[in-house]
């Protein structure tokens, strides 16, 4: 049974920094794409960032209102995937989700909410001016 559970969401100002872990249980993380996603109230999730690493090949995605602001990355030997969040804005507020793809799923989209099978109950950022 695939678990993957959020930690290091919280409250901080605008500027600030936060970083979000995903630990993955039943499911390693190398094995195919995993991702962060978010929603606001009122808005459909939307994909942040994702992650392939795999046998020496790496791919590496970013929405465009997050580039050079987060940073994903995971750790293999502690089969968790991360999220470090820089310079933050108001308008990152979001529940914040970690998703991992089927281990033989093939993805189109890597920022795309249909291709990801797991998900995790999400942790909360909220981000004050």
């Known amino acids: 049974q695939v678990q993957l559970v959020e930690s290091g969401g919280g409250s901080v100002q605008a500027g600030g920094s936060l970083r979000l872990s995903c630990a993955a249980s039943g499911y390693t993380v190398s094995r195919n794409y995993m991702g962060w996603f978010r929603q606001a109230p009122g808005k459909e999730r939307e994909g942040v960032a994702a992650m392939y690493s795999r046998r020496g090949s790496i791919s590496i995605t970013y929405a465009d209102s997050v580039k050079g602001r987060f940073t994903i990355s995971q750790d293999n030997a502690k089969n968790t995937l991360y999220l470090q969040m820089n310079s933050l804005k108001p308008e990152d507020t979001a529940m914040y989700y970690c998703?991992?793809?089927?281990?033989?799923?093939?993805?189109?989209?890597?920022?795309?909410?249909?291709?990801?099978?797991?998900w995790g109950q999400g942790t909360q950022v909220t981000v004050s001016s």
């Open positions: 998703a991992a793809a089927g281990a033989d799923r093939f993805v189109f989209v890597a920022l795309g909410v249909d291709d990801y099978n797991y």
